[in-house]
Nanobody, 114 residues
Framework: VQIVESGGGLVQPGGSLTLSCATSGFTFSSYDMAWYRQAPGKEREWVAWVISSGRSRNYADSVKGRFTISRDNAKNTVALQMNSLKAEDTAVYYC????????WGQGTQVTVSS
């Protein structure tokens, strides 16, 4: 199993970023996928979830209305569009299939700062 996140960077408050996640080594279309994040000194937290078919999505209250998760089952990828970014969104972001507990990527750093 390989999971590779990309697209992070430095962005000003109010700005946007799109994170991408490329996967291989498992039957991607059979698994729900989620984005998580971990800020310095804090526990890793769930941010967004999309079911295997892509037909249903769910978001943490802290990002609802600002973030959008999507997936492409033909390309085995999942994305996170992040708008109206705030300083408190600063974290390392990870994509992860929740049912495959042991498999995590390296994450991608998102820093929101002026």
């Amino acid at each position: 199993v390989q999971i590779v996140e990309s697209g992070g960077g430095l962005v000003q408050p109010g700005g946007s970023l799109t994170l991408s996640c490329a996967t291989s080594g498992f039957t991607f279309s059979s698994y729900d996928m989620a984005w998580y994040r971990q800020a310095p000194g804090k526990e890793r937290e769930w941010v967004a979830w999309v079911i295997s078919s892509g037909r249903s999505r769910n978001y943490a209250d802290s990002v609802k209305g600002r973030f959008t998760i999507s997936r492409d089952n033909a390309k085995n990828t999942v994305a996170l569009q992040m708008n109206s970014l705030k300083a408190e969104d600063t974290a390392v972001y990870y994509c992860h299939p929740p049912s495959l507990r042991d498999y995590w990527g390296q994450g991608t750093q998102v820093t929101v700062s002026s």
